[in-house]
């Protein structure tokens, strides 16, 4: 897994130590003391400008990412140019992010009047109407071709490059798998391909997988030089839900593979824009529901739904 000096320090920062009592079914002795670590919950509120906009329950690790990929994969800023975390406050009732945005951005988004606080598993909360909840879908493009056992691979080694869940088993990951250019499915991947691949991935994770995606595209964004989502797979520990989608059509990723399912809403989005949605991703295959071609020795004209390998 690729990594930045302070990974280390945002891991720590999304634990907090308790006290655990372990009561066994068959009656045994209690075992009293248990030490565990539990992933950290908080309000983290986004300004822009000034202006709150949403109050998100996260993780409170890599927020500089997740300030920046809210803002993109939301329409908040077109891109990582636009805008500018200028101060982090810590209380005790939560975590203040303060962004500077251009004006134009700042008067469009206080057009929008959209409240978003809600819980962690919520990405649409405060919605005022109908209209604004299914918003328009941006067309994907997307070369690349890559082979399902590079995808199976990098699922594999995926569950090593989570360091939060590792250790708390309560956060959900979004990580970036990048192809070499224009990827056809040429290049096999071998036995011992897996720690190469795992060395490429860049992960987030989070408490909500919304929040993950978010930090994500953010850390893409930041990134020297910034990478490109339209050359490479995006992989979410999570069901394949509409917002994730419509985040993954925002910042460009054409293939996008949930090791969860997805939803109507979602493969119906992902149609839409032109994205490869593949959910109920192991090890040993995936099922594709939108754009199949994209897959590397997926059958000319498979019919969406199924497995590459299914007969």
Do not use: W
């Not at 918003?135 to 989570?162: F, G, H, K, S």
């Amino acid at each position: 897994m690729r990594t930045d000096p302070d990974d280390r320090n945002d891991t720590s920062r999304a634990l907090a130590g308790v006290q655990a009592q372990r009561v066994r079914a068959d009656g045994a002795p209690v075992q009293r003391g248990n030490d565990d670590e539990v992933v950290i919950e908080a309000p983290v509120a986004l300004l822009y400008n000034g202006s709150a906009f949403a109050v998100m329950m996260a993780s409170p690790n890599h927020l500089d990412d997740f300030a920046l990929g809210f803002a993109l994969s939301e329409g908040i800023v077109a891109n990582a140019a636009e805008f500018r975390l200028v101060d982090r406050v810590d209380s005790a009732d939560g975590i203040t992010l303060h962004a500077a945005i251009p004006q134009q951005r700042h008067d469009a988004l206080l057009q929008r009047r959209r409240s978003l606080a809600g819980a962690s598993g919520c990405g649409l909360c405060g919605i005022e109407s109908l209209r604004d909840a299914l918003r328009p879908v941006p067309q994907v493009a997307c070369e690349q071709r890559p082979e399902l056992a590079t995808i199976t691979t990098a699922l594999r080694e995926l569950a090593q490059c989570q360091p939060i869940n590792a250790r708390s088993g309560g956060v959900h990951a979004a990580a970036f798998l990048p192809l070499p250019a224009r990827a056809t499915g040429t290049a096999r991947v071998g036995a011992d391909d897996g720690a190469r691949i795992a060395s490429t991935l860049v992960v987030r994770e989070d408490v909500g997988r919304h929040n993950a995606l978010d930090k994500l595209i953010g850390a893409l964004a930041r990134s020297a030089p910034p990478g490109d989502p339209a050359a490479g797979v995006l992989l979410v520990t999570s069901r394949a839900s509409y917002e994730i989608v419509h985040k993954a059509a925002v910042a460009g990723f054409g293939i996008v593979v949930a090791i969860s399912a997805p939803t109507d809403l979602a493969i119906r989005t992902a149609q839409a824009a032109g994205i490869t949605l593949a959910a109920f991703a192991r090890g040993d295959g995936l099922n594709i529901y939108s754009h199949p071609q994209r897959i590397a020795g997926v059958p000319p004209g498979a019919p969406s739904g199924t497995s590459p390998d299914a007969s």
